[in-house]
């Protein structure tokens, strides 16, 4: 994934940074392209997270996600691209992301990955 696509992405400072609490988004419109046979997937992301001192702001997030439309890349790329992604931008104290893809030939794949600041 081109690193450009990070450069969409932006932060506010966490109002309350010095609570955890846990932050779930939910994108049920994701689209990319299988780079193996050029067909449309579809999928619902859901990021859950535990901010630091910064949380990423929506519009901005729909932005990047948006553009993801015409790339081409397995289920398992966009979802650790994105989430690798959102860590370099927000440096959470935890995050989580699922990438639930609509059937394809009989066959539904899920893609969690998760990352724990050590």
Request: overall charge negative; some cysteine; charged content about 25%.
């Amino acid at each position: 994934m081109p690193t450009d696509f990070r450069q969409t992405l932006e932060t506010f400072e966490n109002p309350f940074p010095q609570r955890d609490y846990t932050i779930e988004t939910i994108c049920p419109e994701f689209t990319s392209v299988c780079p193996k046979t050029g067909q449309p997937d579809f999928g619902t992301l859901t990021i859950t997270y535990i901010p630091d001192q910064k949380c990423f702001e929506l519009k901005s997030l729909k932005l990047y996600l948006q553009q993801y439309r015409n790339h081409g890349a397995f289920y398992e790329n966009v979802t650790n691209t994105i989430l690798d992604d959102l860590v370099a931008v927000t440096e959470p104290r935890w995050m989580k992301l699922v990438g639930e893809f609509t059937p394809r030939g009989g066959i539904r794949t899920n893609v969690i990955v998760e990352y724990r600041r050590g």
